[in-house]
């Protein structure tokens, strides 16, 4: 999950019991290669690519996959 992120939504995964990892959030939204080396295994991501919240950065191009 990007860190920083939605509150809401991080409050709503973790009474669900999800093992989160908070992924670093640049100029240019998520950085996936900090969450791959974080979390390879990983089953979901929780990103808000067109207006982070609360940063408001837009996801890169490059970046969505």
Same mark, same amino acid.
């Given at each position: 999950?990007?860190?920083? #992120?939605?509150? #809401?939504?991080?409050?709503? $995964? $973790?009474?669900? *019991?999800?093992? @989160?990892? !908070?992924?670093?959030?640049? *100029?240019? *939204? $998520?950085?996936? %290669?900090? *969450?791959?080396?974080?979390?390879?295994?990983?089953? $979901?991501?929780?990103?808000? !690519?067109?207006? &982070? &919240?609360? @940063? #408001?950065?837009?996801?890169?191009?490059? %970046? %969505?996959?």
């Amino acid at each position: 999950m990007e860190n920083p #992120g939605a509150s #809401g939504a991080r409050n709503a $995964l $973790l009474s669900e *019991g999800a093992e @989160l990892v !908070p992924i670093f959030v640049d *100029g240019e *939204g $998520l950085v996936v %290669r900090d *969450g791959l080396e974080k979390a390879p295994h990983f089953r $979901l991501a929780f990103v808000t !690519p067109s207006h &982070q &919240q609360p @940063l #408001g950065h837009v996801m890169s191009l490059s %970046r %969505r996959f």
